[in-house]
């Protein structure tokens, strides 16, 4: 069999299982977008058990990691070869643990692999510490420019960390065969890399949920404003002060209405986030500059839900 690839634009939620277990079944090989760890062999051979090895690796989405996991286990005692491919993280993480040992940046900057992931990081927390900062005391349009300049130094993150994953999974493709590629639906950078080294070769790619968002929007995904700005900067698109302000301006509204704990689908809702994310995007999608600006002031101190409440409510009398 000719070598054929496919690279999954995913998230960690439940409800992407179902397509994840079904490509990954196809597939003789299993890209995941996770640095190596040294249990996770043996959490894949039962030597140890998931919980063990979540709580070894502090997972954000527990229930997802777990249905996961058992999944893999499952895929694993088929045969399928699963792989862990993300450099960059790797890298980030030798970084903490030389500082949880004592060692300085000085030590780090020593290594020429780490100095370049060091520096990035920095900037790009920097550049989040600045706007927190920024946030409490200023004007909308300073926080804008903040929400920018953090967006910029994601960007450079992201390109750098896309490079070096597409180049390592270069390194692990097989002959041929079935090779199944995790990746976060931002990682639009290493999909355009990984192509252009692979020229005539069969690539495909997918959205876990794509039929869900084609049926709703039109379209294969629907992308939040701050990812939209984020991705604009990753390719260095032409500067637009306007577009680049009114994503900054509605990112700002959107992470304060989106849900960000975990949901199970049920019977009713079986996809319960991207039904989420999707009515966060079409809400704010509605706002201008100005709304965004009265609107920040007034929900920026709340919770999730008076936000969504207050958010929803101002698009309705907006629009009556």
């Known amino acids: 069999m000719e070598q054929q690839i496919t690279i999954i634009f995913s998230y960690h939620r439940v409800e992407t299982l179902p397509i994840l277990e079904k490509i990954m079944r196809q597939s003789d090989v299993i890209i995941l977008e996770e640095a190596p760890n040294l249990l996770f062999e043996k959490m894949l051979k039962g030597e140890i058990s998931i919980e063990d090895y979540l709580i070894e690796e502090m997972f954000d989405f527990p229930n997802f990691s777990f249905r996961f996991f058992r999944i ?34 000085k030590d780090v900057e020593l290594n020429p692999e780490l100095k370049e992931v060091y520096a990035i990081e920095k900037k790009a927390s920097k550049a989040l510490i600045d706007f927190y900062e920024i946030s409490i005391n200023s004007n909308f349009q300073e926080v804008v420019e903040a929400v920018k300049v953090f967006a910029k130094a994601d960007a450079e993150r992201f390109r750098f960390r896309d490079i070096l994953r597409a180049e390592a999974v270069l390194k692990s493709l097989p002959d041929k065969g079935r090779v199944f590629i995790e990746a976060g639906a931002i990682h639009q950078y290493f999909k355009k890399y990984l192509c252009e080294k692979l020229k005539n070769l069969n690539i495909s790619t997918v959205f876990t949920l794509e039929e ?56 009713e809702n079986k996809a319960p986030h991207i039904l989420d994310e999707i009515k966060a995007v079409q809400l704010v999608n509605r706002l201008d500059f100005q709304d965004c600006d009265k609107l920040y002031r007034q929900i920026r101190f709340t919770n999730r839900k008076k936000a969504l409440s207050i958010v929803k409510k101002f698009v309705s009398e907006k629009c009556s």
């Open 72 to 105: 893999l286990q499952s895929l694993f005692k088929e045969g399928k070869k699963i792989l862990q491919i993300e450099p960059y993280m790797e890298r980030l993480l030798y970084i903490h643990n030389m500082f949880l040992e004592g060692r300085t940046p």
């Open 212 to 267: 869900i968002v084609k049926n709703i929007t039109g379209k294969r995904w629907i992308f939040p404003p701050g990812d939209l700005l984020t991705i604009r900067y990753i390719y260095g698109v032409k500067e637009n002060e306007e577009l680049e302000n009114i994503l900054s301006a509605r990112a700002l509204i959107y992470i304060m209405i989106i849900e960000k704990e975990e949901m199970i689908p049920t019977k």
